[in-house]
């Protein structure tokens, strides 16, 4: 299958939801109205540190999506990339989808001169290890998160 990587297009928004609430229910997030029209504004935005990318299979539908954080950071003077959202339809992995999108971004990596890509998972999220693994070995790092709610005053 012919797989085309390009930026995320307001006409995406469809299938982009489709697969967004895909993505949410894989990692058990409860579906948020609300949030999921801020990521899309915020997707839509050029001034946002927000982009994201989508895999178009060779009859133009849209078979995955990543949304991507561009930040600043301590340790280079060059902008990093946060893979954060990376989702493809399950009819259609296996197909290098997943692949094809990570190398887009490692691609412009090297063209906008950042200083990294990387990405998190869940550790028994297997099948996305093994892909992930054949780009780069785990860093070792544990995610630890606190959330606004959970604080006690």
């Given at each position: 299958?012919?797989?085309?990587i390009?930026?995320?297009a307001a006409?995406?928004?469809?299938?982009?939801?489709e697969l967004?609430?895909?993505y949410n229910?894989?990692?058990?997030?409860?579906?948020?109205?609300a949030v999921t029209a801020y990521?899309?504004?915020?997707?839509?935005d050029?001034s946002?540190?927000i982009f994201?990318?989508?895999?178009?299979?060779?009859?133009g539908g849209?078979i995955g999506i990543?949304?991507?954080?561009?930040h600043?950071?301590?340790?280079?003077m060059?902008?990093?990339?946060?893979?954060?959202?990376?989702y493809?339809?399950?009819?259609?992995?296996a197909?290098g989808?997943g692949?094809?999108?990570i190398?887009?971004?490692?691609?412009?990596?090297?063209?906008?001169g950042?200083a990294?890509?990387y990405?998190?998972?869940k550790?028994?999220n297997?099948r996305?290890?093994?892909?992930?693994?054949?780009?780069?070995?785990?860093?070792?790092?544990?995610r630890?998160?606190?959330?606004n709610?959970d604080?006690k005053?």
């Amino acid at each position: 299958m012919s797989i085309n990587i390009r930026r995320i297009a307001a006409k995406d928004y469809e299938r982009w939801l489709e697969l967004w609430t895909g993505y949410n229910k894989f990692y058990e997030h409860a579906p948020d109205d609300a949030v999921t029209a801020y990521t899309w504004s915020r997707l839509m935005d050029d001034s946002s540190s927000i982009f994201g990318i989508v895999a178009e299979s060779e009859d133009g539908g849209v078979i995955g999506i990543a949304n991507c954080v561009m930040h600043d950071n301590t340790s280079t003077m060059k902008p990093v990339c946060y893979l954060q959202d990376l989702y493809v339809d399950p009819s259609a992995r296996a197909d290098g989808a997943g692949r094809q999108m990570i190398e887009w971004l490692l691609d412009q990596m090297r063209a906008q001169g950042w200083a990294r890509v990387y990405w998190a998972t869940k550790e028994n999220n297997y099948r996305a290890r093994g892909m992930y693994d054949k780009f780069t070995p785990h860093s070792g790092f544990l995610r630890y998160v606190v959330y606004n709610a959970d604080l006690k005053k």
